[in-house]
Each structure stands twice: as C-alpha cells, then as structure tokens.
Nanobody, 124 residues
Framework: QVQLVETGGGLVQAGGSLRLSCAASGRSFSRYPMAWFRQAPGKERELIAAIRWSADSTYYAVSVKGRFTISRDNAKSTVYLQMNSLKPEGTAVYYC?????????????????WGQGTQVTVSS
C-alpha cells in the first residue's frame, strides 16, 4: 500500500520559516518526480514546487520562487520543502505528491499519489 505522509505544518508568524517533510512508503519513488502542492480555502490546488528523481532540476511557482526550496533524499524516500519568509497568503493545506511514470516533472497532471496534507497557517 502506497503512503505519503507529510509532517512539519503548523502556525507561524509572517516572515517565519517552516520545513515540511514527506515520507513515502509502499513502493520506491526514487526514479520518479515528486512535488509539493497547496490548496488555500476557496481556491484550486496549485503546484508550487517539483523535483526530478535525480534532484538535478527543480521547478518553483512564481509565488514561492526565491523563498521555498524543494529537496529529496532518495535513500530515505523523503522529500522536503523548506519555506522561508512565509506570507499570510501562504496559509493553505500543503500536499506531497509522487509520480509513477515518466513525464514533464512540472506538469501537475503527472502526479498520481497524494499525501493527506498538512495545514500551514501564517499569521500577520
């Protein structure tokens, strides 16, 4: 059974930092892209960061570029999202996602497996 489990969410003041982790189990994703999405209240889920299996290339949405960093440790089957300079508009449920097929790693349609999400709340 495939599982993606996110941890690290919480309440933080604007300008603060959080680090999200996503541990994968049930199968290996080490040869496939992984990504982070978020969904704010009343809005559609959006892709904010993605990373190729080799970690030699990353993608960031304009809204987070320069503040967030995605990384992965294939030996630990874990992907991370370091979030700095958080803004109140970053309040959302953050989801980890994994692909099990090759494709354009920054295409949101590539991702088939999802975690349950972790809440991030940024207070002003």
């Amino acid at each position: 059974q495939v599982q993606l489990v996110e941890t690290g969410g919480g309440l933080v003041q604007a300008g603060g930092s959080l680090r999200l982790s996503c541990a994968a189990s049930g199968r290996s994703f080490s040869r496939y892209p992984m990504a982070w999405f978020r969904q704010a209240p009343g809005k559609e889920r959006e892709l904010i960061a993605a990373i190729r299996w080799s970690a030699d290339s990353t993608y960031y949405a304009v809204s987070v570029k320069g503040r967030f960093t995605i990384s992965r440790d294939n030996a630990k089957s874990t992907v991370y999202l370091q979030m700095n300079s958080l803004k109140p508009e970053g309040t959302a449920v953050y989801y980890c996602a994994a692909a099990v097929r090759s494709g354009t790693y920054y295409d949101s349609r590539l991702y088939d497996y999802w975690g349950q999400g972790t809440q991030v709340t940024v207070s002003s």
